[in-house]
């Protein structure tokens, strides 16, 4: 079975500079991850996907890598603001019905 | 359009009774997806139903738990004589074509006394 593992419990950033919240995967084969982000007492809300064909997916302040070679991805938010705040997931969409693996979560603080 | 719905947002059951967590997934979507959160840990996938069909529940509990996506009406996720170990949030997902981005309702916050 694919382990989604986020070893960091929590990250600590001041405003303006960049954020870099990381994920390790074990199973090679898979279709995608996503990343999601969420705010206490809310449910997760998608912030962006990789494909297995990619290394590297941006969409505005969010860019999210895959290494391969490492069974490692990791998502950039730069420039980090106040708003970021909450508990980033990422997770594993990897069988053929779109079921997920998440990982543990990672707690940003983004300082102003 | 609205997202997707859950009710109540926050339960609260003595051991023994019966809860019951519904769930109306964004309009068009026929794919509906339950998740635990355990305090302190991730989310962790329960159960994943079409219409009137339960694809996957490899995630439920062998016992008292049991989940419907019925023709009409919202999915439910039912929890038997509960126990203290089911306080959890309880997250339904839904998607319009079973694979890719889910998503996610507020959640039901579920407290047994």
């Known amino acids: 079975d694919q382990q989604v593992k986020q070893n960091s419990p929590s990250l600590s950033v001041q405003e303006g500079r960049i954020s870099i919240l990381n994920c390790d995967y074990t199973?090679?084969?898979?279709?995608?991850f996503l990343w999601y982000k969420k705010y206490p007492a809310e449910g997760p809300t998608f912030l962006i996907s990789?494909?297995?064909?990619?290394d590297k997916n941006e969409d505005g302040r969010f860019t999210v890598f895959l290494n391969k070679s490492a069974k490692h991805l990791s998502l950039h938010i730069v420039p980090s603001q106040p708003g970021d705040s909450a508990v980033y997931f990422c997770?594993?969409?990897?069988?053929?019905?779109?079921?997920?693996?998440f990982g543990q979560g990672t707690i940003l603080t983004v300082h102003p | 359009n609205a997202g997707v719905m859950q009710n109540p947002r926050h339960l609260v059951r003595r051991r023994g009774q019966e809860a019951r967590l519904r769930c109306s997934p964004m309009?068009?979507?026929?794919?509906v997806y339950w998740y635990r959160q355990l305090p302190e840990e991730g989310l962790k996938f329960m159960v994943y139903?079409?219409?009137?069909?339960?694809?996957?529940e490899s995630g439920m509990p062998k016992e008292r738990f049991s989940a419907e996506f019925p023709k009409e009406g919202p999915s439910i996720l039912r929890i038997q004589q509960v126990v203290r170990g089911d306080s959890a949030a309880y997250f339904c997902?839904?998607?319009?074509?079973?694979?890719?981005?889910?998503?996610f309702g507020p959640g039901t916050r579920l407290t047994v006394l």
């Open positions: 199973n090679s084969m898979f279709d995608y």
């Open positions: 309009k068009g979507h026929s794919h």
């Open positions: 997770a594993w969409g990897g069988t053929s019905y779109g079921k997920l693996t």
């Open positions: 990789i494909s297995s064909i990619k």
């Open positions: 139903l079409q219409k009137e069909n339960i694809i996957d």
């Open positions: 997902a839904s998607s319009p074509t079973g694979a890719g981005e889910q998503f």
